[in-house]
């Protein structure tokens, strides 16, 4: 009889391919492999998942509900990780997002940035923070999963530098289930690379791209994302809670 694979060794060997997946995408678009950033989504997973993944080298994790990751950052403090908070966000949990993020990725509306601002004001914090771009939405609006029109990035992205305690950082995106570039990513995330182009026109700080998942890391990378999320590719399919 065999032994059932530890979850360590399991992570190891996901975290590995997912690892060479990105260096083979690197490679293939000329790109240096240090120009992208693996950031673990570890939403739905213990913090015993967290800490064998910082014992395996992870030093950026991410997170979609503060309910979860509030409890879990916790529980970790004493890892060297960086937290990143990647769920649509409600302006009443900005306080205690504040306490534990280090980037806020799905900032898309101004209520928010004075929330997160404010937030971070009272915990003596700074937060970055990425546009969320929602290539779905109508002009002017937001798309139905957060984020808004490419026409609204930059009074938004002026708002964030404008705000006290927030560092504007940067651009994210999933790449649309609607609308003309649904199942075209590659198309998607390059339109999202011209968006962070005119961005850093006028924020040249703001270099960050977060965009791709397990599902479309190659086609992210290929296009000029710097930050990757990716959570089942390493961490295994999650329960079809969400
Ligand atoms: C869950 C999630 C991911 C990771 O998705 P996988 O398909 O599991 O890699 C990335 N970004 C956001 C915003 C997410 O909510």
């Not at 997912?18 to 083979?24: D, L, T």
């Not at 979860?68 to 004493?78: G, M, N, Q, R, T």
Request: aromatic share 2%; glycine share 8%; net charge negative.
């Amino acid at each position: 009889m065999t032994e059932p694979t530890s979850r360590a060794a399991q992570l190891a060997a996901n975290l590995a391919e997912v690892e060479e997946r990105i260096a083979r995408a690197c490679a293939a678009a000329g790109r240096a492999r240090d120009d992208v950033t693996l950031i673990v989504v570890t939403k739905t997973r213990p913090a015993e998942d967290v800490r064998l993944l910082a014992e395996l080298g992870v030093r950026e994790v991410a997170e979609n509900r503060d309910q979860e990751a509030a409890p879990k950052a916790e529980a970790c403090a004493d890892l060297p990780l960086r937290w990143h908070f990647v769920g649509q966000l409600q302006t009443n949990k900005a306080r205690s997002v504040a306490g534990y993020a280090d980037v806020v990725h799905a900032v898309d509306r101004p209520r928010l940035v004075t929330a997160l601002s404010q937030a971070a004001e009272r915990r003596e914090r700074e937060l970055g923070c990425l546009v969320q771009v929602a290539l779905d939405a109508d002009s002017g609006s937001m798309g139905a999963r957060g984020g808004v029109a490419p026409d609204l990035v930059p009074e938004l992205a002026a708002a964030v530098a404008g705000a006290q305690r927030l560092r504007l950082d940067g651009v994210m995106m999933v790449a649309p289930l609607d609308g003309p570039y649904r199942g075209r990513p590659d198309a998607a995330f390059e339109r999202l690379m011209e968006i962070s182009t005119d961005l850093r026109a006028a924020h040249p700080a703001a270099t960050m791209v977060s965009a791709g998942m397990s599902s479309d890391l190659e086609e992210a990378v290929r296009a000029g994302a710097t930050h990757v999320r990716v959570g089942s590719a390493v961490l295994g399919e999650r329960p079809l809670l969400r």
